[in-house]
C-alpha cells in the first residue's frame, strides 16, 4: 500500500468554492479508487487543500488516474484557483492504521519531521514500542516515511476533538514517556499544519 498526498495551494478567498468544484467530482472519482481523506488548513500554511489517495501500488495509482481522466471523472475544473501544486508518495510504516472511514476529528495535526539520512530506521522501533501509549491520548490517523518527492522524512497524522483536545493531550506527554527516545540523531527540521476535514472527506 501506498499514500499519494497532494498538497494544493489555492488562491486567497477561494477555497470554498475549491471544495465545491471538488466535491462535484468526487463520487464519480471514487468509482475509481477511493479517497482516503480530504482536507485544507487551519492553522500554519492557510490555503491549502490536502487530499490523500491509497494506492496498492505505483501502477495501480497511474491506472487509476488515467482512468479517471479518460472517462473524464477527474480534475475537478479549478485549475484557475491553483497557486501551487505538489504531489508526495508515502509508505506506511509498520504501526499506521489503514486509511478507512472515521469520525475521530475534527481537528488534525500532520507533524512531518525531515531527518539525516539513514535515522528515520533507527527511530522507528521507539516509536512503535510507545504508540499505543500515546494513542490512548489522541488517535493515531497514520504515520509515513516519504518514498518520491522530498526524502527521508517521516509523517505522523493526530486527530482531536478540538484544539484543547490538543493541548490536553500533550500535557499529558511526559506521564508516558513521549515523545520516545531513540539512538536516532534529532530532526534537522520539524513542521506542522492544523487541517480540519471536508464534509467528504471518509476520515472527519
Do not use: C
Not at 485549475?79 to 506506511?92: D, F, G, Q
Not at 526524502?151 to 484543547?164: D, G, T
Amino acid at each position: 500500500m501506498i499514500y499519494e498526498f497532494r498538497t494544493y495551494q489555492v488562491k486567497a478567498g477561494s477555497l470554498p468554492t475549491v471544495l465545491e468544484k471538488f466535491q462535484e467530482k468526487i463520487d464519480g472519482r471514487n468509482e475509481i479508487s477511493k479517497i482516503g481523506a480530504f482536507w485544507f488548513t487551519e492553522i500554519g500554511p492557510l490555503n491549502q487543500i490536502i487530499h490523500v489517495w491509497p494506492y496498492d501500488n505505483l501502477e495501480h495509482r497511474n491506472e487509476s488516474r488515467k482512468e479517471a481522466v479518460e472517462k473524464k471523472l477527474w480534475p475537478p475544473d479549478a485549475s484557475e484557483y491553483m497557486v501551487k501544486m505538489n504531489s508526495e508518495i508515502w509508505n506506511p510504516v509498520s504501526f499506521s492504521p489503514e486509511f478507512t472511514e472515521r469520525n475521530i476529528g475534527p481537528f488534525f495535526e500532520m507533524r512531518i519531521y525531515t531527518y539525516q539520512p539513514d535515522q528515520i530506521e533507527k527511530m522507528l522501533p521507539a516509536w512503535e514500542e510507545k504508540i499505543e501509549a500515546r494513542s490512548t491520548l489522541a488517535p493515531l490517523v497514520g504515520a509515513f516515511r516519504s518514498d518520491i518527492g522530498d526524502v527521508n522524512k517521516f509523517m505522523h497524522i493526530w486527530a482531536y476533538e478540538s484544539l484543547q483536545h490538543r493541548t490536553d493531550a500533550r500535557e499529558k506527554f511526559s506521564s508516558i514517556g513521549w515523545p520516545p527516545k531513540s539512538n536516532a540523531s534529532p530532526p534537522l527540521y520539524m513542521e506542522n499544519k492544523i487541517v480540519v476535514s471536508s464534509n467528504f472527506s471518509p476520515i472527519k
